[in-house]
């Protein structure tokens, strides 16, 4: 079986402060790294992806996340936040065999001007 | 730009009744999706779709639940005797690929009283 774990449930931060959201998963086959944004009353937005090939792996609005797959991570950092990113952040993994995604329970970044 | 449109936005129904939560996919997908969220709780796969028929389907995903394409366009979600724990918001999904890039739909709510 499959599991995302997400840590922290809420993030403060300030603006154009650097934020590390956490993300770490077990998964007994190879699978697929997602982060999704969920921006207040709206549907879920896929923020950037890894496959294969490199490990740091670049989305939209200048959010990057690193796979490590010795500690089985895929954290999404930004190196400076906007009030703009201020939404719920899901991490998820699609094991290589199945069609689901599989969510962690979500970070809820708050950015403060 | 595409997208996933889902109505209604918000359902309010009576415990036993019949809900129908339908669903747009974006044109030129072939894979389709349900995913529901309770409040307070992690994003969870519901059913997979694909070819005119269910692929995947989880545990919560019994005999009340059922999907259907009944035209080219439409998916559609049917609880067919809706209880207290299925007070959740409901999201359509769909994918041109099985890559796991999924475009979501904003969501519909539903309250069962």
């Known amino acids: 079986a499959q599991s995302v774990t997400q840590l922290d449930s809420q993030v403060p931060v300030f603006e154009e402060a650097p934020v590390e959201l956490r993300c770490n998963y077990s998964?007994?086959?190879?699978?697929?790294l997602f982060w999704y944004v969920q921006y207040p009353n709206q549907g879920l937005q896929l923020l950037l992806k890894?496959?294969?090939?490199?490990?740091l792996v670049k989305g939209i609005n200048g959010f990057e996340a690193e796979f490590n797959k010795s500690q089985t991570s895929f954290h999404l950092r930004k190196p400076s936040v906007h009030i703009s990113d201020t939404a719920e952040y899901f991490c998820a993994v699609r094991p290589w065999n199945t069609d689901k995604l599989i969510f962690g329970t979500g970070t809820r970044l708050q950015v403060f001007p | 730009e595409p997208e996933v449109t889902q109505t209604p936005s918000h359902q309010v129904t009576q415990m036993g009744q019949e809900v129908i939560l339908r669903c747009v996919p974006i044109s030129n997908h072939l894979y389709f999706y349900w995913y529901r969220q309770i409040l307070g709780q992690k994003v969870e796969f519901l059913v997979s779709?694909?070819?005119?028929?269910?692929?995947?389907k989880s545990e919560i995903f019994d005999d009340q639940f059922s999907v259907e394409r009944p035209d080219g366009s439409n998916f559609t979600l049917k609880i067919r005797s809706t209880k207290l724990e299925d007070s959740a918001m409901y999201f359509c999904a769909s994918t041109g690929s099985n890559t796991g890039e999924l475009f979501f739909g904003e969501g519909s709510r539903l309250t069962v009283l």
């Open positions: 890894y496959l294969s090939g490199s490990t």
């Open positions: 998964s007994s086959v190879s699978v697929y």
């Open positions: 779709f694909y070819n005119n028929e269910i692929s995947e």
